[in-house]
């Protein structure tokens, strides 16, 4: 069946340090691939999502671009802020709802 | 526009019992989907319902149900509590069913915490 596999946290950095949280998917067909964000004490926050081959997700300095080849959709952020501290999930959606990777908690320090 | 709002925010149950969480979706929005969020086993998928049917459901036992109205609005009910359903437990909308466009965006609520004691 359809997975996602994202490196397992958590991942400390100061502030200003460059981020990357690596997703792998396996999948049938043509997922549509997601970032989810969930902060302390709330739901999930979509962050960015990418829909084919080679789209470019962004939002809020977060990037992510989806790499048929590699089946990957790696997250970055050139410089992270305290503000970011929060767990972050890779997701994907083929013909069945969301499945989605176990999460990465990020922690940024000043 | 407002977001996807469930009730009760916090719940606090004993083993045995049956419990009912509510999920207003966004407005216009057709497909309700719940999942169950716990520190073991991450985000697991339970039920999706468009236009008040069921059209996908994952591998969780019969105690879980769910139902959804004619204005979208959607519950899900535990029965028999068991203190392995102590979780976080999302809703999420979408204008129309990810089975039908996979490419359809999730929008999911704050969430309802079941402690089962």
């Known amino acids: 069946g359809d997975s996602v596999t994202q490196m397992e946290g958590p991942v400390t950095l100061s502030e200003e340090a460059f981020l990357t949280i690596n997703c792998t998917y396996t999948?049938?067909?043509?997922?549509?691939l997601f970032w989810y964000v969930q902060y302390p004490g709330e739901g999930l926050q979509l962050l960015l999502k990418?829909?084919?081959?080679?789209d470019k997700g962004s939002n809020k300095g977060f990037e992510a671009t989806y790499r048929k080849e590699t089946t990957s959709f790696h997250l970055e952020k050139g410089s992270v802020q305290v503000s970011d501290s929060a767990v972050y999930f890779c997701?994907?959606?083929?013909?069945?709802?969301?499945?989605f990777g176990k999460g990465t908690r990020l922690s940024v320090i000043a | 526009k407002a977001g996807v709002t469930q009730t009760p925010r916090y719940l606090i149950k004993t083993r045995g019992q049956q419990v009912t969480l509510s999920c207003s979706p966004i407005?216009?929005?057709?497909?309700v989907s719940w999942y169950q969020q716990t520190p073991g086993q991450g985000l697991q998928f339970l039920f999706e319902?468009?236009?008040?049917?069921?059209?996908n459901k994952g591998n969780f036992p019969g105690r879980f149900s769910g139902r959804q109205f004619s204005n979208s609005r959607s519950e899900m009910n535990v029965s028999t509590l068991e203190l392995g359903d102590s979780a976080l437990y999302l809703c999420?909308?979408?204008?129309?069913?990810?089975?039908?466009?996979?490419?359809?965006?999730?929008?999911f609520g704050p969430g309802t915490r079941l402690l089962v004691l």
């Open positions: 407005s216009g929005h057709r497909s």
């Open positions: 999420a909308s979408s204008l129309v069913s990810p089975g039908l466009a996979g490419q359809e965006t999730q929008y």
């Open positions: 319902y468009f236009s008040e049917t069921q059209r």
């Open positions: 999948a049938t067909g043509y997922p549509s």
């Open positions: 997701a994907l959606s083929a013909s069945t709802p969301l499945v």
């Open positions: 990418a829909t084919k081959a080679d």
